[in-house]
């Protein structure tokens, strides 16, 4: 059954068209989520109690469809964590971007969790606040306002709903 899951997942982030980094998930470890959005999808896997590891594909008005590869280092238990990655195919710049950041989160009360994060690189920096809602045992909703500043061309911000399977 996982199998397919991750299956059905890689497809749907290489398929989906949907401007945000991945929303803050509390996940436990050697656990995946697996997220869509308004503007976003993505795909992260919880490799050691402290070390997160995740893939995204963005879809910015002006900037095309840049990817990001990403590490979330929980440095005071899931609620502060370092953020580092990179990003490719920033079309309007034609620049690849390392980039890094913090994220910070509440503790989950009653299927509520808040979160914020910021990131930036040498082209751009983004930041995102958002509330996820567990809906079911492995399903949550996700409800953001995101605002993105690149160095070259217009800033894109707004808010965004999405889906986070966890297995």
Do not use: C
Not at 12 to 24: F, K
Not at 54 to 70: F, L, M, T
Not at 135 to 154: C, E, Q, R
């Amino acid at each position: 059954m996982k199998k397919y899951a991750f299956l059905t997942a890689v497809m749907g982030l290489s398929l989906t068209s949907v401007a945000a980094a991945a929303p803050i998930n509390h996940i436990g470890t050697h656990h995946t989520a697996v997220g869509v959005g308004t503007k976003e999808a993505f795909i992260e896997h919880k490799a050691t109690d402290e070390l997160t590891v995740g893939v995204a594909r963005n879809d910015r008005d002006e900037y095309g469809n840049p990817k990001d590869v990403y590490l979330q280092y929980n440095v005071v238990g899931e609620n502060l964590r370092l953020i580092g990655g990179y990003r490719w195919d920033m079309k309007q710049t034609g620049e690849n971007n390392a980039f890094a950041g913090v994220g910070l989160s509440t503790p989950t009360v009653l299927g509520f969790n808040a979160y914020a994060s910021y990131v930036a690189g040498k082209d751009f920096n983004e930041a995102q606040v958002g509330l996820n809602k567990s809906l079911i045992a492995n399903l949550d909703l996700n409800v953001n306002y995101h605002n993105f500043k690149p160095d070259h061309g217009s800033r894109e911000n707004g808010v965004g709903v999405g889906v986070t399977m966890h297995f």
